[in-house]
């Protein structure tokens, strides 16, 4: 842990669960059903934020999201329940990662005053109950950024780790009333009660003709979001804010990368990003928090790989599964010797060099699994290699690779190597393993 900047652990939820105290109910109509819903918040043990609708339980992970039009909808085994990220981003704030949250009647979570303030006053009437469980899940290491991009949108959702938990987000709605907003928030409970909670929901005026064609905001009104027209707003009373529009993009924000099911520190800079991209933001941060749970360090891969400088293209373990798969990291730097010459004007790391490191990362797992000593696996096959995208100065390769066979001396691996969430090179690589007479030389001599 020494060369760690910060105790990447605390990022996780290391078996210590929080829930309600208590149970808390919740009646009130749907901002686009228009329909009434009773849902009751139990408190639970599962180590899972759960809902219940008609004896199914839907996970609230970011791979059960069905829709991102207009809100968060996740569902499960034919079961659907809309506009979750209010209450997501409440729990997400309170810590509570424990819940059963049952809806009785109705399928989209109330909305309220178009805010998570009656959310957040209800768990603080209750209390939050603390416990200690065995299953932990997402404890590891995280140490890549992430991102989200859509250029022709100039929406970009980026994800860099650092201590603390900072979002900071650029609205931009230019032409509009709105204009441009920005706000940066350190999460902690009093904040969010205090600078985002109250934060309501919006709509254009010139979209309510589009949105109600496609069976929308049946429940909308003047008092549950804010108007937003060509030439001024419309709002009850007042605006909580000037800026109240962009803290309600970072409620929604809260709302959604809480279904990723961990807490990552670090900042995230969010620029007119929405559900859409939150969401496949919140898919990223889920994928790599997987593949980070256990460790091995450059030292102990020495042990085992005969490679040296400037040719041990492996820097850490992350993840192993001893005779199934390994999961492993090198950062990419622009003083690697290879970029010296591959190329100079253009510096792209060389694809075979990917496929060296992927074959590398196969050596350990095969070496560790079987415990191989004085045995080198030289390459017998590579079939199905494909390069999707260039690797970079900069970038960090997370590679994971799956044994298919091993036989006596073969073996063969599935190898995909990623960087950003996304693959860059994958293939299928056969090895023979060698006795390794170079050592027996080094004996001799
Ligand atoms: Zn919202």
């Not at 987000?169 to 940066?184: H, V």
Request: glycine share 8%; aromatic share 10%.
């Amino acid at each position: 842990m020494k060369d760690m900047p910060f105790d990447v652990k605390k990022r996780f939820w290391k078996g210590i669960f929080r829930t309600v105290k208590d149970k808390i109910e919740f009646e009130g109509i749907g901002m686009h059903t228009g329909e009434e819903a009773r849902v009751i918040i139990h408190p639970d043990e599962s180590g899972e934020i759960r809902f219940l609708k008609n004896g199914v339980y839907i996970k609230a992970d970011v791979d059960n999201v069905v829709d991102v039009f207009r809100g968060t909808s996740l569902h499960s085994e034919g079961e659907r329940i809309d506009t979750v990220e209010h209450l997501m981003a409440v729990l997400f704030a309170a810590g509570i990662n424990s819940a059963v949250i049952e809806f009785v009647r109705g399928e989209e979570f109330p909305i309220f005053d178009g805010s998570a303030r009656v959310m957040a006053e209800a768990i603080d009437n209750v209390g939050i109950e603390e416990f200690i469980a065995e299953k932990v899940e997402g404890e590891g290491y995280f140490l890549t950024p992430l991102s989200v991009e859509d250029e022709s949108k100039r929406v970009k959702a980026t994800y860099v780790p650092s201590p603390g938990f900072e979002v900071s987000f650029l609205l931009d709605y230019r032409g509009t009333p709105i204009g441009i907003q920005t706000f940066k928030f350190n999460l902690t409970w009093q904040n969010f009660k205090r600078d985002i909670a109250p934060a309501r929901t919006f709509g254009f005026e010139k979209e309510l003709g589009f949105l109600k064609k496609k069976g929308l905001i049946k429940g909308a009104s003047l008092d549950n979001a804010i108007l937003v027209k060509e030439d001024g707003i419309v709002v009850k009373d007042s605006l909580r804010w000037e800026n109240e529009f962009v803290r309600h993009k970072i409620l929604d924000f809260l709302g959604d990368i809480s279904l990723a099911g961990v807490k990552l520190d670090g900042k995230w800079l969010l620029e007119r990003s929405g559900h859409k991209y939150n969401v496949a933001l919140a898919k990223k941060v889920k994928w790599l928090a997987k593949r980070c749970v256990r460790r091995m360090n450059f030292e102990e891969i020495k042990e085992l790989l005969p490679h040296r400088y400037p040719f041990l293209l492996v820097d850490r373990v992350l993840d192993f599964e001893e005779g199934k798969k390994i999961v492993t990291l090198k950062n990419v730097t622009g003083n690697e010797a290879f970029f010296t010459g591959h190329f100079p004007h253009r510096a792209v790391m060389p694809g075979v060099l990917i496929v060296e490191a992927l074959a590398q990362s196969a050596g350990v797992l095969v070496l560790k699994s079987f415990n191989l000593k004085n045995i080198t696996p030289f390459f017998a096959a590579i079939d199905k290699v494909r390069f999707k995208k260039p690797v970079k100065p900069g970038d960090t390769l997370i590679m994971e690779v799956e044994l298919l066979m091993k036989k006596a001396r073969i073996c063969k691996v599935k190898g995909t190597a990623y960087v950003n969430a996304e693959v860059v090179t994958e293939g299928e690589f056969t090895f023979s393993l060698l006795a390794d007479e170079f050592k027996k030389l080094q004996v001799c001599n």
